[in-house]
Nanobody, 123 residues
Framework: VQLQASGGGLVQAGGSLRLSCAAS????????MGWFRQAPGKEREFVAA????????YYADSVKGRFTISRDNAKNTVYLQMNSLKPEDTAVYYC?????????????????WGQGTLVTVSS
């Protein structure tokens, strides 16, 4: 499966953005999906994950209550709605896919990765 992330940009603190991750080459319904991010000078970290059906989701503590992950398998797309953005949310955001199984935050268990989209939050 090939993944294409989009929707990043520059936003003021307190604003919102919605990221999209479009899949091709294989139906997305067979995959658990995750969003990760990498801030300048830092390691990539987990943000959110959603099961293949959309029935389960999990969030990093730092984004819980502000970000929402969702998916539309008919459109082969996963979304990350980001509200109440903070400067510390500035990062390159990556979507990733793994064959459906137990929902995980572990980066190494995701086999397929998109190219990343940059989110910049100004104070």
């Amino acid at each position: 499966v090939q993944l294409q992330a989009s929707g990043g940009g520059l936003v003021q603190a307190g604003g919102s953005l919605r990221l999209s991750c479009a899949a091709s080459g294989s139906p997305l319904s067979g995959y658990d999906m995750g969003w990760f991010r990498q801030a300048p000078g830092k390691e990539r970290e987990f943000v959110a994950a959603i099961s293949w059906s959309g029935g389960s989701s999990y969030y990093a503590d730092s984004v819980k209550g502000r970000f929402t992950i969702s998916r539309d398998n008919a459109k082969n797309t996963v979304y990350l709605q980001m509200n109440s953005l903070k400067p510390e949310d500035t990062a390159v955001y990556y979507c990733a896919a793994r064959t459906m199984g137990v929902l995980t935050t572990q980066e190494r268990l995701y086999r397929y990765w998109g190219q990343g989209t940059l989110v910049t939050v100004s104070s």
